[in-house]
């Protein structure tokens, strides 16, 4: 595995041809530039979302040219902080061209998924996330081993199948859990 920081990670979201999947497992990020937003929602302060605006850019570019980006987090019910942060994220990003669902932990079995989150482009290169001890995010293992992709693509499918969309999932009594 390679790993790639930088503009040389951020390229990967311009390079895919057809689906950037992406498998969220932990149930709280300490990444740092998401401190300050966090710290406005936990205190019941209105966020603007400017920090979240290249993102979405890169999502509503890609979406524009026909690509699109699917992401699964799965979730322990009830919800800590952080998701209950990321469920008034996760519109923006939806709104950009997002499809995002939700997977309940309790409704998986924990060996149909992976322990790492990943990004997997247009089924052939998988990017592992790597964060730092601290929470700062220090880039993506990459790699296009075939017998990890495969493995990647089938939890993709099993995790995908098994999640619910977010409009349902809001309003399902996981969410006011």
């Known amino acids: 595995m390679e790993l790639l920081q930088g503009e040389a990670f951020d390229s990967l979201f311009q390079k895919f041809d057809r689906l950037a999947f992406h498998l969220e497992v932990q149930d709280t990020y300490h990444t740092p530039g998401e401190a300050e937003p966090f710290g406005l929602f936990l205190a019941g302060k209105e966020d603007d979302f400017a920090w979240h605006q290249p993102w979405l ?25 952080y998701t209950r942060w990321g469920l008034t994220v996760a519109p923006h990003n939806i709104g950009a061209g997002e499809d995002i669902r939700w997977l309940p932990r309790h409704l998986t079995d924990a ?10 482009f247009d089924d052939d ?10 929470g700062r995010f220090a880039g993506g293992a990459v790699t296009t081993d075939p017998v990890i992709v495969s493995h990647c693509r089938a939890v993709r499918d099993r995790a995908w199948a098994a999640a619910i969309p977010h409009r349902t999932y809001v309003e399902s009594e996981y969410a006011s859990a």
């Open 111 to 120: 060996s149909e998924l992976t322990t790492d989150d990943y990004w997997l």
């Open 57 to 81: 850019d890169v999502v509503r570019t890609a979406t524009a040219a026909g690509r699109a980006f699917r992401r699964v987090r799965v979730v322990t019910v009830p919800h800590v902080d």
């Open 125 to 134: 290169l998988v990017a592992f996330t790597v964060f730092e001890p601290g």
